[in-house]
Nanobody
Framework: VQLQASGGGLVQPGGSLRLSCAAS????????MKWYRQAPGKQRELVAA???????NYVESVKDRFTISRDNAKNTVDLQMNNLKPEDTAVYYC??????????????WGQGTQVTVSS
């Protein structure tokens, strides 16, 4: 099982980016899908999560600016980021609890994607 993240880049303050993460491999089901971020010199922070039933949760600092969504048919999770601020600059990671076809539950991470918000 692999998670592949994409969509990072450089954007000016107030701009938007959309991150995507696709899970592939021997997947039976996917539980909660999450986006974390880690800024230089800081601990990794949970930014947003979405349950298998499509219930989202956000860290306070991104509420009303970020939207997490998932497509259960495609095994993907997206993070739409609007009104980006310099403090959103970080490496973003997707994460998911995945049950494989042999019914083993594992915690999987995608590779990080850099988001830089700067003028």
């Amino acid at each position: 099982v692999q998670l592949q993240a994409s969509g990072g880049g450089l954007v000016q303050p107030g701009g938007s980016l959309r991150l995507s993460c696709a899970a592939s491999g021997s997947i039976f089901s996917i539980n909660t899908m999450k986006w974390y971020r880690q800024a230089p010199g800081k601990q990794r922070e949970l930014v947003a999560a979405i349950s298998s039933g499509n219930r989202p949760n956000y860290v306070e600092s991104v509420k009303d600016r970020f939207t997490i969504s998932r497509d259960n048919a495609k095994n993907t999770v997206d993070l739409q980021m609007n009104n980006l601020k310099p403090e959103d600059t970080a490496v973003y990671y997707c994460n998911a609890g995945i049950v494989t076809m042999n019914r083993a539950l594992g915690d999987y991470w995608g590779q990080g994607t850099q988001v830089t918000v700067s003028s």
